[in-house]
């Protein structure tokens, strides 16, 4: 009895399973273990992932000391690891501009690096060295504030499949070739840009994701796009270049994604789509797509209204559909154009599979209320529309709310929620 209680179960354990335990532990505790028997001294020093962040030292109030603790630690841990390092994170405000990371990446490129994540705090920018170009197994590459500069000799992650950039300081042409030199990219998200125009050529991409001020965005070869999410930030020099363009937003974005399932634009995004746009251009069904959330639309621009009910009207298998509004109550009381909604294009359309409906920020205007009235006369197997007014909507809610149930609805078991908050 006194044998089996003194077996060291743990220690005989497979080395994939420990690996596995310690992989799960802070990296601190994970160092911390090599202290519990001669067996467990260095076996934290072959676990394949490495992250680090300011839980690895004491903090105190002097910057200085936990930025030497910090350098310290992620030092003597590279020094006594052994074998390959498959992921190296680093997630600290500390080391903005630490020479330390350059000595760090260039050895991480020398032990089979297949993931890096450098989350540097505010501050000035971290230089990226020209090593990380040499890390040429690279899958997974987040850069937050970092400023990129590739060598000329640079051709692209081969291996590559999952892009960040956050708040990166990097030429448009750059992220462009960056982009196309990864043949393997799936998932790419770029945020915090300033005025970017941006051409991405990714046979491969399937989830995307923008957020910044954009120039112009067009998805040149993203035919296995499924998912993406857009919020665009408009500026005065932005809206001036929309106004003055002449070509199709709507066809360079949404022109090559037949594969799209999920659809997220926020602010901004219909607009963008409504510049140059050309009712009779868009020849594109969107077979797969189920789910689309509209933020922020404009019941009050015509343009906008299209944009929404084309991208709604070329999906056949929607099932879930999300929109807040945006409009100025008072200029869209004027309602120009309200035969819009006896088109026969649109009395023949019917939304099968169309289950679940939010309008959120509503004003209750004309071209809102007719599209509810669209919405719930063409969806035969629609569950529930909840409907949210806008909270500066208060003495209009009742003769909202009145106008709401009068609705026809194709749907016997549709139900309308209308909520208040």
Not at 72 to 84: E, S, V, Y
Not at 113 to 125: F, H, P, S
Not at 278 to 283: E, S, V, W, Y
């Amino acid at each position: 009895m006194g044998d089996a209680l003194d077996q060291d179960l743990v220690s005989d354990l497979p080395q994939s399973i420990i690996e596995s335990i310690l992989t799960r532990l802070p990296i601190r505790d994970a160092v911390r273990t090599s202290i519990l028997s001669s067996k467990w001294r260095y076996k934290w020093a072959s676990i394949t992932q490495l992250v680090f962040d300011e839980k690895c030292v004491t903090l105190c109030n002097d910057r200085d000391l936990v930025e030497k603790s910090l350098i310290d630690f992620i030092t003597r841990a590279l020094f006594l690891h052994k074998g390959p390092i498959h992921k190296f994170q680093l997630s600290t405000t500390y080391l903005q501009c630490c020479p330390d990371i350059d000595q760090w990446i260039l050895f991480l490129s020398r032990n089979d690096i297949k993931e890096l994540v450098l989350e540097l705090g505010e501050g000035e920018w971290f230089r990226v060295p020209a090593c990380l170009f040499y890390c040429k197994r690279l899958t997974r590459l987040d850069l937050f504030r970092c400023e990129l500069d590739p060598p000329l000799t640079f051709k692209g992650f081969l291996c590559l499949k999952s892009l960040t950039l956050h708040q990166v300081l990097v030429a448009p042409d750059v992220i462009e070739s960056l982009i196309s030199g990864c043949p393997l990219l799936e998932n790419l998200s770029i945020s915090y840009f300033d005025s970017l125009a941006l051409n991405i050529k990714a046979p491969n991409l399937k989830f995307l994701f923008l957020e910044g001020e954009f120039k112009d965005i067009s998805l040149e070869n993203t035919p296995l796009l499924v998912a993406m999410s857009v919020a665009m930030y408009m500026t005065e020099d932005i809206a001036e270049h929309f106004e003055q363009s002449s070509s199709c937003n709507f066809v360079k974005f949404l022109g090559g994604v037949p594969r799209l399932e999920r659809l997220i634009g926020h602010i901004y995004f219909t607009k963008y789509l409504s510049i140059g746009y050309d009712l009779g251009n868009l020849l594109i069904t969107y077979n797969y797509l189920k789910v689309i959330e509209l933020n922020q639309v404009s019941f009050e621009d015509m343009k906008e209204i299209y944009v929404v009910l084309r991208l709604i009207m070329s999906s056949p298998n929607l099932g879930e559909l999300q929109i807040s509004g945006s409009s100025n109550a008072l200029v869209a009381l004027e309602a120009p154009d309200l035969d819009l909604w006896e088109k026969q294009s649109l009395l023949n359309c019917t939304f099968e599979k169309l289950k679940l409906v939010k309008m959120t920020d509503m004003s209750g205007v004309p071209h809102e209320m007719e599209f509810v009235k669209f919405l719930l006369s063409r969806s035969p197997v629609l569950e529930t529309m909840s409907i949210a007014p806008c909270v500066y909507v208060m003495d209009g809610r009742l003769n909202m709310l009145i106008e709401l149930v009068r609705f026809r609805r194709a749907s016997p078991r549709g139900e309308i929620v209308f909520i208040q908050e």
